[in-house]
C-alpha cells in the first residue's frame, strides 16, 4: 500500500488542521492506520491509531482530547483531526499502515508501510 499525507500547513496556536492520507495500491480496510511525528532534533513520535474497523483508536497522552483519528475505508482514506493545536505539535506527520493493532504503535513504532510526510507549523 502507498500512503500520501496532506493538509499540513501553518497555523496559529489555539487553532485546527485536518490532516488527510489517501491511500493507492490496495484497500486500507485490510490494515491497521496510524499517525506519527518528527519535529527537528527530536525521535519520531506516535500519535495515533484506528483500528481496521475504526471502532478501536488510541492516542498518547500529548494529544489526548485534542486529536481525532478517523477513517473512510469507502473512500480508502484517513484522517487526523488537530484542534488546540500547541506550538509543540509542530513537526513533520507521517500517515503509516500495519496489518496489526496493538502496542507495536505506540512502543515500538516499527509499522511496515509508511507515506511521506506533511509539515505542520503551530506559531505560538
Sequence with gaps: VQLQASGGGLVQAGGSL?????????????????????APGKEREFVSVISMTGVGTYYPDSVKGRFTISRDNAKNAVYLQ???????????YYCAADRVYGSKWW???EVDYWGQGTQVTVSS
Excluded: H
Excluded at 19 to 38: D, E, H, K, P
Design 107 to 109: 512502543r515500538t513504532n
Design 18 to 38: 485536518r490532516l488527510s492520507c489517501a491511500a493507492s495500491g490496495s484497500t486500507i480496510s485490510n490494515y491497521v492506520m496510524g499517525w506519527f511525528r518528527q
Design 82 to 92: 488537530m484542534n488546540s493545536l500547541k506550538p509543540e505539535d509542530t513537526a513533520v
